[in-house]
């Protein structure tokens, strides 16, 4: 299919590495947020959520933190391997009762 | 098999013809939602519905329709009006967003739609 991340910005590493993959959220009133991994053709998945009562939150390989004084999530992912490749979005809500998504990173991981 | 399915998953029309992208999904959630992704570009909220026979716009509703007659599912149409109707088309689908929790949207695979 189709690659979904033609012009993203893109975080590439070696496999095996840690990686960290940034987002700036808009909307200070923002009570949720959710980590997202897309594959070229695909639909999205979730990886990982975190609610604005928390800082930190962990999965399996995976840590979302939360920073709400300067409004910035990450996903970091421990151990990268190679079918972590992907685009990875977050998204927030906003208050309207949908979310909504920031651009995306593609993470590309070298054997 | 529980989930979230899109038919088809490519799609060609020419332009000035309406089209009707299908979404059904069988994991009794309340909430849909449709959204555009163009190469490049993050995911754009075209409509929503929270409940059967009700639907809100979102970010770009114009030239697309929906109705949600049924809480399986919930089609859209991308009408003639739409000027750039080429891109790929996600449906997702939750528990009923109440108004201080949030719940994560489940995807459905895509349909990726070519006007010419």
């Known amino acids: 299919g189709e690659s979904v991340g033609l012009h993203l910005p893109t975080l590439s590493v070696q496999e095996g590495d840690n990686s960290i993959i940034n987002c700036a959220y808009s909307n200070s009133a923002s009570d949720y947020f959710i980590w997202y991994k897309q594959e070229s053709g695909k639909g999205p998945q979730f990886i990982i959520d975190?609610?604005?009562?928390?800082d930190k939150r962990q999965g399996q390989r995976v840590t979302v933190l939360l920073n709400k004084t300067v409004k910035h999530l990450s996903l970091q992912i421990a151990a990268t391997q190679p079918g972590d490749s992907a685009v990875y979005f977050c998204a927030e809500n906003t208050g309207r009762r949908a979310l909504t998504f920031g651009s995306g990173t593609r993470l590309q991981v070298q054997p | 098999d529980g989930g979230i399915t899109q038919s088809p998953k490519y799609l060609f029309r020419k332009e000035g013809q309406n089209v009707t992208l299908s979404c059904e999904q069988n994991?009794?959630?309340?909430?849909m939602y449709w959204y555009r992704q163009d190469p490049g570009q993050g995911l754009r909220l075209i409509y929503y519905?929270?409940?059967?026979?009700?639907?809100q716009k979102g970010d770009i509703a114009e030239g697309y329709s929906v109705s949600r007659e049924k809480k399986e599912s919930f089609p859209l149409t991308v009408t003639s009006a739409q000027k750039n109707p080429t891109a790929f088309y996600l449906c997702?689908?939750?528990?009923?967003?109440?108004?201080?929790?949030?719940?994560?949207?489940?995807f459905g695979p895509g349909t990726r739609l070519t006007v010419t």
């Open positions: 519905s929270q409940i059967v026979n009700d639907f």
């Open positions: 997702a689908s939750s528990n009923r967003q109440g108004a201080t929790v949030t719940y994560e949207q489940y």
């Open positions: 994991l009794n959630h309340d909430a």
């Open positions: 975190i609610r604005s009562n928390m």
